[in-house]
């Protein structure tokens, strides 16, 4: 099928493979863009831990129904059944955009069985989650922290000496720190707001938003998002204006993003002002964020021009693109392969291959086919879009068979084996076992039979074994 001619084998690379085989070997990791989808995390962060919700933010991402049905459970009480799940997921999925906040959530769902044994692995799971995911979006919130003192607290109580020991230094750490029942006191009652209608809570959340002490910043976050929730005209307003005058980073980061969450063309202008006029490149980073979850047609519109603006930093078009593939539509297919062809940036070149392979589509799998077999293409670009389109399944592993017969490229004709071994189909066993057994360069050869070892498919063992008798 592949070549006439089969190439001597090399025995050792068969019998390295048939170990790994054996052993069951190690799944590769399998590479994926840094979706920075997580910002809706911040609803489940920001202190409404009971509430019943299941909000996700990464719903294109393959254990997305999976992190639904572990929410789901964690609402209806089901604790020990939510932590498995949680669990599952991050084993299962350890590049998925949800992982890094799987531990705080399998602590928390630990946390509420009460058992000793559940609320020394609860932290046991928030060290690792600081360690490895210092970055994720509970502890940035400070939610991942505040579940820390919780659990230390409930230990604390029932003997556990090193969990006394911490909360003693935290109690002794900042003696000028604002006094923590008050704080508590005031959120409390900051959360009682959301039950009250717009026109008597507004008032009260724009008083707290024009406080300016430094006991304020955590207040200020809450009625950022509290005011996000009543949908009045006063929240655009309100929420634009902290954009603009509030002098902490992150209630300015934070009001960007609800923005997102108010609905109407007025928001979608008071976004665009802020991309355009603002020289903060975090906030128009939010900016971007928001008005990609915005429904308006044109928030899609902002956003494009955006991409194609040689004036604005590089990664902040490169965030305008990521956030196009993000937004289904022919519309926003064609534009992204048609701006392609208009950028220089082999950088920006990559964001649209990754975008594009985000539809899904059949029109997607063809466009990237053809980036693959463009030999004018710079090679890296090539083996980017061959890999996308295998890992989004978007090129039937029959095509990618056919691929290699194909070309001639070295470097592309090891990209088909890798993207072949990434596949879960038995064809692209079948495919992989054909290269084996009949291509004429050693090299390669011996790559389609590393990448069989790591297959679990019980027909390889026979495979790896029938051509070691050969030899």
Same mark, same amino acid.
């Given at each position: 099928?592949?070549?006439?001619?089969?190439?001597?084998?090399?025995?050792?690379?068969?019998? $390295?493979?048939?170990?790994?085989?054996?052993?069951?070997? +190690?799944?590769?990791?399998?590479?994926?863009?840094?979706?920075?989808?997580?910002?809706?995390?911040?609803?489940?962060?920001?202190?409404?831990?009971?509430? &019943?919700?299941?909000?996700s933010w990464a719903s294109e991402d393959p254990p997305d129904?999976?992190?639904?049905?572990?929410?789901?459970?964690?609402?209806?009480?089901?604790?020990? %059944?939510?932590?498995?799940?949680?669990?599952?997921?991050?084993?299962?999925?350890?590049?998925?955009?949800?992982?890094?906040?799987?531990?705080?959530?399998?602590?928390?769902?630990?946390?509420?069985?009460?058992?000793?044994?559940?609320?020394?692995?609860?932290?046991?799971?928030?060290?690792?989650?600081?360690?490895?995911?210092?970055?994720?979006?509970?502890?940035?919130?400070?939610?991942?922290?505040?579940?820390?003192?919780?659990?230390?607290?409930?230990?604390?109580?029932?003997?556990?000496?090193?969990?006394?020991?911490?909360?003693?230094?935290?109690?002794?750490?900042?003696?000028?720190? $604002?006094?923590?029942?008050?704080?508590? !006191?005031?959120?409390?009652?900051?959360?009682?707001?959301?039950?009250?209608?717009?026109?008597?809570?507004? &008032?009260?959340?724009?008083?707290?938003?024009?406080?300016?002490?430094? $006991?304020?910043?955590?207040?200020?976050?809450?009625?950022?998002?509290?005011?996000? +929730?009543?949908?009045?005209?006063?929240?655009?307003?309100?929420?634009?204006?902290?954009?603009?005058?509030?002098?902490?980073?992150?209630?300015?980061?934070?009001?960007?993003?609800?923005?997102?969450?108010?609905?109407?063309?007025?928001?979608?202008?008071?976004?665009?002002?802020?991309?355009?006029?603002?020289?903060?490149?975090?906030?128009?980073? @939010?900016?971007?964020?928001?008005?990609?979850?915005?429904?308006?047609a044109r928030a899609g519109d902002i956003i494009r021009r955006?991409?194609?603006?040689?004036?604005? &930093?590089?990664?902040?078009?490169?965030?305008?693109?990521?956030?196009?593939?993000? %937004?289904?539509?022919?519309?926003?297919?064609?534009?992204?392969?048609?701006?392609?062809?208009?950028?220089?940036?082999?950088?920006? @070149?990559? @964001?649209?291959?990754?975008?594009?392979?985000?539809?899904?589509?059949?029109?997607?799998?063809?466009?990237?086919?053809?980036?693959?077999?463009?030999?004018?293409?710079?090679?890296?670009?090539?083996?980017?879009?061959?890999?996308?389109?295998?890992? +989004?399944?978007?090129?039937?592993?029959?095509?990618?068979?056919?691929?290699?017969?194909?070309?001639?490229?070295?470097?592309?004709?090891?990209?088909?084996?890798?993207?072949?071994?990434?596949?879960?189909?038995?064809?692209?066993?079948?495919?992989?076992?054909?290269?084996?057994?009949?291509?004429?360069? &050693?090299?390669? +050869?011996? @790559?389609?039979?590393?990448?069989?070892?790591?297959?679990?498919?019980?027909? !390889?063992?026979?495979?790896?074994?029938?051509?070691?008798?050969?030899?």
């Amino acid at each position: 099928m592949y070549r006439n001619v089969r190439a001597t084998l090399s025995l050792g690379a068969v019998v $390295c493979a048939l170990a790994a085989t054996a052993a069951h070997g +190690q799944e590769m990791g399998r590479a994926s863009e840094d979706v920075v989808a997580a910002e809706m995390a911040r609803f489940d962060a920001i202190g409404l831990m009971d509430a &019943p919700v299941t909000t996700s933010w990464a719903s294109e991402d393959p254990p997305d129904s999976l992190y639904r049905l572990a929410r789901q459970e964690l609402n209806r009480g089901n604790y020990r %059944r939510a932590g498995q799940l949680f669990r599952q997921l991050r084993t299962q999925y350890q590049n998925s955009a949800y992982t890094a906040e799987t531990y705080y959530w399998e602590a928390f769902a630990l946390y509420r069985t009460g058992e000793v044994e559940d609320l020394r692995e609860g932290i046991r799971l928030l060290d690792s989650q600081s360690r490895r995911y210092p970055n994720a979006e509970t502890r940035r919130s400070g939610a991942a922290e505040e579940l820390r003192v919780q659990i230390d607290g409930f230990l604390a109580q029932r003997g556990d000496a090193a969990a006394a020991e911490s909360v003693t230094e935290r109690a002794l750490g900042d003696q000028n720190a $604002c006094p923590e029942e008050e704080d508590d !006191v005031r959120v409390m009652a900051l959360n009682a707001l959301l039950n009250m209608d717009a026109e008597r809570a507004m &008032p009260i959340l724009q008083s707290v938003l024009e406080r300016r002490d430094a $006991c304020s910043v955590r207040l200020r976050r809450k009625a950022v998002w509290l005011i996000s +929730q009543k949908r009045s005209d006063q929240s655009r307003t309100a929420l634009l204006d902290v954009v603009r005058n509030d002098p902490d980073r992150e209630v300015r980061e934070q009001a960007v993003f609800w923005l997102s969450q108010v609905r109407g063309e007025e928001t979608v202008a008071a976004l665009d002002s802020i991309l355009m006029e603002s020289t903060d490149e975090a906030i128009q980073e @939010k900016a971007i964020f928001a008005l990609s979850n915005h429904r308006s047609a044109r928030a899609g519109d902002i956003i494009r021009r955006y991409a194609e603006r040689t004036d604005v &930093p590089v990664n902040l078009r490169e965030k305008a693109i990521f956030w196009l593939g993000q %937004r289904r539509g022919e519309e926003n297919q064609e534009y992204l392969r048609e701006l392609y062809t208009r950028v220089g940036s082999e950088t920006l @070149k990559e @964001k649209i291959i990754f975008a594009v392979s985000q539809q899904r589509s059949d029109a997607a799998g063809q466009w990237l086919l053809e980036i693959a077999l463009d030999a004018g293409e710079p090679v890296q670009l090539r083996k980017s879009a061959l890999f996308w389109a295998g890992q +989004q399944r978007i090129i039937p592993v029959g095509d990618l068979g056919r691929l290699y017969e194909t070309i001639s490229d070295r470097e592309m004709q090891e990209q088909v084996i890798f993207v072949l071994s990434q596949r879960k189909e038995s064809e692209a066993v079948d495919a992989l076992m054909e290269i084996a057994r009949t291509e004429q360069e &050693p090299a390669l +050869q011996k @790559k389609a039979i590393f990448w069989l070892g790591q297959s679990k498919d019980p027909r !390889v063992p026979e495979f790896l074994l029938d051509l070691i008798n050969r030899n």
